[in-house]
């Protein structure tokens, strides 16, 4: 069993940076691959990025490649999502996620098996 915590949220401008920290309970976060995840109102939940359980595999959707950076620290049971040059599009509660699927990479939706409550984020124009 792994509960994650989410934190980090909050009000920012377009073009600002937030970091989101997901902090994990439990002896096994080491074993975990870790994902983040987001929802906007009236849209359905979208991967945002993934990394593997030893942190050297990274996976990122499109819209936020090259702004968003996903990282870990198992020594503190803990996940990152490092938020660049943020847009109002990225508006959403961002959620928190673990799975034990290690293929296919990144697991599908389905696959993650814990989830955070989620931390909003809000980008004003």
């Known amino acids: 069993q792994v509960q994650l915590v989410e934190s980090g949220g909050g009000l920012v401008q377009a073009g600002g940076s937030l970091r989101l920290s997901c902090a994990a309970s439990?002896?096994?976060?080491?074993?975990?691959?870790m994902g983040w995840f987001r929802q906007a109102p009236g849209k359905e939940r979208e991967f945002v990025a993934a990394?593997?359980?030893?942190?050297?595999?990274?996976y990122y959707a499109g819209s936020v490649k090259g702004r968003f950076t996903i990282s870990r620290d198992n020594a503190k049971n803990t996940v990152y999502l490092q938020m660049n040059s943020l847009k109002p599009e990225d508006t959403a509660v961002y959620y928190c996620?673990?799975?034990?699927?290690?293929?296919?990479?990144?697991?599908?939706?389905?696959?993650?098996?814990?989830w955070g409550r989620g931390t909003q984020v809000t980008v004003s124009s």
């Open positions: 996620a673990a799975s034990t699927v290690v293929a296919p990479w990144p697991p599908m939706k389905e696959q993650w098996d814990y």
């Open positions: 439990g002896r096994t976060f080491s074993s975990y691959a």
């Open positions: 990394i593997s359980w030893s942190g050297t595999s990274t």
